[in-house]
T-cell receptor, first 111, second 114 residues
Framework: SQQGEEDPQALSIQEGENATMNCSYKTSINNLQWYRQNSGRGLVHLILIRSNEREKHSGRLRVTLDTSKKSSSLLITASRAADTASYFC???????????FGKGTKLTVNP | NAGVMQNPRHLVRRRGQEARLRCSPM?????VYWYRQLPEEGLKFMVY????????ESGMPKERFSAEFPKEGPSILRIQQVVRGDSAAYFC????????????FGSGTRLTVV
């Protein structure tokens, strides 16, 4: 079964607003990653946060990780129409090389 | 560095035919992973290979699906006797070290079974 579950499933905002997506998971992890996928395209790695980290920034992205709640959030600040895409969290569980993906949040940024 | 190359980008097969999907990893990468994405779903792990070895095939259906990563040439995901339920996007990722934080994904092959 899928480990990561994103919330909400879909999010529609206006350009310039912030977008927050959440991800919950079930078992202990080594790291959690966020990916972006434009419609009909491949995945682009956005950011990785390790289990001993609580927050990480990359440009307009801010990721938090709460291992006690087994949850993570991705914040995109000052959104742009070009941010329209699906965003997936993926977890790397201990002892396994595979990533377990959630179903994703579909973000629409309206100009 | 051309990145992870997958071909074809789109593949249409009739039920019962065979589908062969190719993945050329990034230069210097000897670890390859295959994932499948159904419409409106996230990616699901299928198989992890190193050169000439299958390391983890826990996500592969037991029948009709096979994968290889020969010493020379691309990794091949082979689906025999395709059915409509095999229609999906198949993504390949490669890594130099076998650690998932160093993945690079290809653009995928979209298989449609008619």
């Amino acid at each position: 079964s899928q480990q990561g579950e994103e919330d909400p499933q879909a999010l529609s905002i206006q350009e310039g607003e912030n977008a927050t997506m959440n991800c919950s998971y079930k078992t202990s992890i080594n790291n959690l990653q966020w990916y972006r996928q434009n419609s009909g395209r491949g995945l682009v790695h956005l950011i990785l946060i390790r289990s001993n980290e609580r927050e990480k920034h990359s440009g307009r992205l801010r990721v938090t990780l709460d291992t006690s709640k087994k949850s993570s959030s991705l914040l995109i600040t000052a959104s742009r129409a070009a941010d329209t895409a699906s965003y997936f969290c993926a977890t790397h569980q201990g002892g396994s090389e595979k990533l377990v993906f959630g179903k994703g949040t579909k973000l629409t940024v309206n100009p | 560095n051309a990145g992870v190359m997958q071909n074809p980008r789109h593949l249409v097969r009739r039920r019962g035919q065979e589908a062969r999907l190719r993945c050329s990893p990034m230069k210097g990468h000897s670890h390859v992973y295959w994932y499948r994405q159904l419409p409106e779903e996230g990616l699901k792990f299928m198989v992890y290979l190193q050169k000439e070895n299958i390391i983890d095939e826990s996500g592969m259906p037991k029948e009709r699906f096979s994968a290889e990563f020969p010493k020379e040439g691309p990794s091949i995901l082979r689906i025999q006797q395709v059915v409509r339920g095999d229609s999906a996007a198949y993504f390949c990722a490669s890594s130099p070290t076998g650690e998932s934080d160093s993945y690079t994904f290809g653009s995928g092959t979209r298989l449609t079974v008619v």
